[in-house]
Nanobody, 125 residues
Framework: QVQLVESGGGLVQAGDSLRLSCAAS????????MAWFRQAPGKEREFAAG???????NLAESVEGRFTISRDNAKNELFLQMNSLKPEDTAVYFC???????????????????WGQGTQVTVSS
């Protein structure tokens, strides 16, 4: 099993920046692709950004150019640097990891095995 714990969320104003972190523990040798998903009230969980073990990335169109995803494999950590935040970025952000090796970075929740509890990001206008 893998445990994922997110941190770094908070309340910010539009245009501000935040950096989310996700610490992984347990059988981290079983982690391949990692990703950030987000879920706003009343909406489905959506993909924000993902990164393979080798560093290939995939970002949703809505965050491209503003968010950067990175990971530290040695420390089993995942990061999401969020710049130029908008009110529509308000959501609970979840860290996810896949236990199956796949080519590319998947953007569907069903392909991810492990999930954190989420951290709230609120962007005021």
């Amino acid at each position: 099993q893998v445990q994922l714990v997110e941190s770094g969320g908070g309340l910010v104003q539009a245009g501000d920046s935040l950096r989310l972190s996700c610490a992984a523990s347990g059988r981290t040798d079983r982690m391949y692709t990692m990703a950030w998903f987000r879920q706003a009230p009343g909406k489905e969980r959506e993909f924000a950004a993902g990164i393979s073990r080798s560093g290939s990335t995939n970002l949703a169109e809505s965050v491209e150019g503003r968010f950067t995803i990175s990971r530290d494999n040695a420390k089993n950590e995942l990061f999401l640097q969020m710049n130029s935040l908008k009110p529509e970025d308000t959501a609970v952000y979840f860290c996810a990891a896949s236990s199956v090796f796949r080519g590319g970075v998947a953007d569907t929740p069903a392909t991810y095995t492990y999930w954190g509890q989420g951290t709230q990001v609120t962007v005021s206008s």
